[in-house]
């Protein structure tokens, strides 16, 4: 039986890379010069340090293009609240999603199995596995699921026939 498996991960190659590009950028440019503005990656998350809540705002958006520029989907990104850290110095944790959640997974499967296709949809772990009889049918519910599915970066591994 032809099947594929339904994911949600992020390139932590390119996520390292994008860190990287953003920090210096930061470090070079002017409305940064003299103050504290990074961006530090320890496993899935990030923390981004700046002096004040604009210029946060702002180390955000230069992390958020070069991710971008590098491949790697916003959506990942789960932004944490604005913490004060001594002084008028402001931190932000921003997790990287990994995996499909269950409520999310619920509504791929109830998609797939609202579709009226002949395609059988199981929950495995962090991933929806789909197995059908013909391989037009799988590549059907792939078209379908980067539609109907928006909120979440959803990539298709693991094809076999």
Avoid at 1 to 25: H, W
Avoid at 40 to 50: G, I, N, P, V
Avoid at 95 to 106: D, L, M, P, V
Avoid at 124 to 132: L, W
């Amino acid at each position: 039986m032809p099947s594929f498996d339904v994911v949600s991960e992020a390139n932590m190659v390119e996520v390292k890379n994008g860190v990287d590009q953003a920090n210096k950028e930061i470090g070079t440019r002017f409305d940064f010069k003299g103050s504290d503005a990074r961006v530090e990656q320890k496993e899935r998350e990030l923390t981004a340090f700046a002096d004040s809540d604009f210029q946060l705002a702002q180390v955000r958006d230069v992390l958020t293009g070069r991710l971008v520029k590098r491949g790697v989907d916003v959506r990942f990104l789960d932004q944490g609240k604005i913490e004060k850290i001594g002084g008028d110095k402001v931190k932000q944790v921003i997790k990287i999603r990994n995996g499909i959640e269950s409520e999310a997974a619920k509504k791929i499967v109830r998609v797939i199995k609202d579709s009226k296709m002949k395609l059988q949809a199981s929950i495995q772990g962090d991933a929806v596995r789909v197995t059908g009889a013909k391989r037009d049918d799988l590549q059907g519910a792939m078209a379908m699921l980067r539609k109907e599915i928006e909120d979440l970066p959803l990539e298709f591994n693991n094809f076999r026939d």
